[in-house]
């Protein structure tokens, strides 16, 4: 009977092969694997087996499972064993001090409607299995907002903890686009939006791009390990670079009492500590973010930033007339 691959049978067989490796005492053979694991004892030849069995190990590595190869013996030289050692498998004991739990349980809430609310709810319930019980009070006053409302978001997310290449079309503002092929180095968030780092192989050069600014899906164009991540990269850092050599201009804001946080950390207040002056690079940009606190933040100058302002609410205020309650 000849093996399926349906998600099922492929789930099943991953497992297999999982226990397999996990609890052998010494290293296996693909010969000895394709006795025990079944799945692969009914691959209708050698060459359906190594097929699967290649992409099986590709993605048990993408999963985080550290499938090493060893020398069998001696007497194996030219063929690898495959194991998986215990220690590196399992999950050790876990000890959080109490202002590492109020984190976590702020993490979770910071997560909890945007792309990655599941795994942020899976992380939690893992952790409390093992009796971790993340504080979720603690930071009851805090509300800690990260929108990752892009398509490209998760996508790039994969990659990057995969280090697998990826390819997406591009588009600045006023320029025509084209197809960036790039080496995840990093995900960021500053100034209300996400960045990706990396290296742009097209360019030969390390670049930075906006994630609202890619237009269409992206694609993997590379294996998953196939690069590795510089030792010394800060995203923040690099992106930080790349603002400096453009020209700043500044906006003067008033603030409603206790509101703006992230606007008051990056601004500079004067006598009246709700008046901020904040330098930015890009009006449209701050204008998106200032229209997302509502009434809780008046543009006093530039008038320019004031009107683009009211243009964001008033087609966010145009979108919604007639939506149902």
């Known amino acids: 009977m000849p093996a399926t691959n349906n998600p099922a049978a492929k789930t099943e067989r991953l497992m297999n092969l999982v226990m397999t490796l996990l609890y052998t005492r010494r290293p296996l053979s693909r010969a000895r694997i394709r006795e025990i694991v079944e799945q692969y004892r009914l691959a209708p030849s050698d060459d359906a087996f ?74 939690l319930r893992k952790l409390r299995t093992f009796g971790v019980e993340a504080d979720d009070e603690a930071f009851a006053f805090i509300e800690a907002r990260l929108g990752t409302s892009e398509p490209a978001f998760g996508p790039l997310l994969e990659a990057l903890l995969a280090l697998r290449p990826v390819r997406f079309p591009y588009a600045r503002p006023g320029e025509e686009g084209s197809t960036r092929e790039v080496r995840p180095w990093g995900l960021t968030s500053q100034s209300g939006h996400w960045y990706l780092t990396g290296l742009d192989t097209g360019r030969g050069e390390p670049r930075v791009f906006r994630l609202s600014r890619i237009t269409g899906k992206v694609t993997t164009s590379g294996k998953a390990g196939s690069y590795a991540v510089p030792a010394d990269h800060d995203p ?30 990056r601004g500079i207040a004067g006598e009246d500590a709700d008046v901020l002056e904040l330098p930015f690079h890009d009006i449209r940009d701050l204008a998106q973010e200032l229209a997302s606190y509502g009434a809780s933040v008046v543009v006093e100058e530039p008038a320019a930033l004031r009107e683009a302002v009211i243009a964001v609410l008033a087609a966010s205020a145009a979108a919604h007339q007639g939506a149902p309650a």
């Open 236 to 265: 923040v850092a690099m992106i930080r670079r790349r603002r400096s050599g453009r020209e700043l201009d500044l906006a003067r804001l008033r603030l409603r009492p206790g509101s703006g946080n992230a606007l008051r950390a």
């Open 50 to 123: 190594e097929r699967m069995f290649e992409r099986d190990k590709d993605e048990l590595r993408e999963l985080g499972i550290p499938l090493v190869t060893e020398e069998i013996s001696a007497g194996w030289e030219d063929e690898p064993g495959y194991r998986i050692h215990h220690r590196d498998y399992a999950l050790p004991q876990i000890h959080f001090d109490s202002d590492e739990l109020a984190v976590l349980g702020l993490a979770a809430r910071t997560w909890s409607h945007a792309t990655l609310a599941g795994p942020a709810g899976t992380a």
